[in-house]
């Protein structure tokens, strides 16, 4: 019976992961609100990871907003209801399609990043050397980046749900003629608070994710050069499976107290 | 060896007790002892992966012994908080064998760095500049102050790690292989100031070296470490001339 003895050790180290991420969350709010602060490295922060991923952000979006209008609309034609086009296309942008491919890239460029950067950080022994220049690793390195995904993916998130939506009334305009006012006009008729509001909360807890799994697979990085490699690769990995995860359970909780 | 009637208890900054540290079935660290004095360099010798690196991250709480007491400046490191760590660890100066420059942050930011925290410990009238330029002119790199550590050459990169190292004016250097990857000139400069900086300011340093040479010129004492035990201890010329072969092997060239 290998592929018991193996599926058991595999149960036990996917067991032992969970427990592990989550004692590196709640060290991360443990550590979130104690002195001192790295505002300065917050900052720095903030401006890398939204400089790296802003432009990837909008051609993704864009793209998607092209491809689902060009997609859908010989099906509303048939049915005669070309005109619901704007509504459909922001709502599904809004609600779904934008956070959720905003939040993979990113889990793909920051997620990574973080992964190998901390890890080779790890390797190399500057993470070490910080704890005993009397500064806090964690502190600097971890709450920092996390914070700074989370607050980042929000904006990143809302400017690729425009773009994609300028992306959809580019195909609007010219096989509709549809004017940008009257495009944008339907788009804000059909957007309401309860659809920008659970899907801008849901991107907070998107950013949390990514940057609490980027941060906890380089932190605890094995050693060598492909410790480091393999850090990258799960934090991508682990981080967009939990997107769908949050995404499923943010739609669930939405579904009971928003009705929709 | 310093002769035991002076040995006072006010004179030990330093002193390993009986550790003991395994990775799994891998026992590293079996019973070590270790005693630093008031203004000694302190050799280390020891085959490699004997776990020199991991005796002295021990030392300073980077690793976490099994056993054992370890007490630093009469403090027993391993029952101090974390600010209380703190603020003993910026008497440590802790040179890394891979040097571990911040590779994202020039080398003024490098320098920088351990200031952070501790700015206290000088007074209002010296700025960090002064204090990085003259830590990179004691170890005679000045011109490298806003290059990034990738830029640097291996043996750029350790002089870097030293003057980081230096810049808090440790009272106890940890030098982890100061040496290693330097050509015979550099080196011996590198070990000049080293016993320059126990001069002028009563520094005590352990030394962990491969270098004969190096152990000779700078050893006030030294400790071989062998099968996990400080196997023995005492001066350059005791031990060089003892007959045990387990430590002629670390003598003949
Ligand atoms: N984090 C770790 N996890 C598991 N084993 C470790 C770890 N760190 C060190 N070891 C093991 O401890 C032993 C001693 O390692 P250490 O780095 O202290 O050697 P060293 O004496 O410094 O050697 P060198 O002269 O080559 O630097 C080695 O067998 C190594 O495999
Ligand atoms: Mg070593």
Redesign the interface.
Known sequence: MAWYGRLKTRKDAFLIEIGELSFFTFRFFKDLFKYPFEFKELARQCYILGNRSLVLVCITGFIIGLVLTLQTRPTLMEFGAVSWMPSMVSISIVREIGPIITALVCAGRIGSGIGAELGSMRVTEQIDAMEVSGTNPFKYLVVTRVLAITLMLPLLVIIGDAVALFGSFIVENTKGNVSFTLYFNQVFDAIEFGDLMPATIKTFFFGLAIGLVGCYKGYYCKKGTAGVGAAANSAVVVASLLLFVIDFIAVFITDIFFDL | MIPKTHITQKDIVLQIKDLQKSFGDNHVLNGFNLTLYQGENLVIMGKSGSGKSVMI?CL?G?MEADSGSISVMHKDITKLN?SAL??L??D?G?L???S?????MTVRENLE??L???SKRFNKNTTTDTLVIEALQSVGLESAIDLMPSELSGGMKKRVAIARTLI?KPKIILYDEPTSGLDPITAKEIILLMKKLQKQYGTSSLIITHDVDCARVISDRMLLLIDGKDYAVGTFLELSKNEDPKIKAFFKN
């Open positions: 991250k300073v980077l974390q703190d603020i660890r910026a440590i802790f890394f064998q891979g571990a420059l911040y590779d994202s760095f351990p952070r925290r501790h808090l």
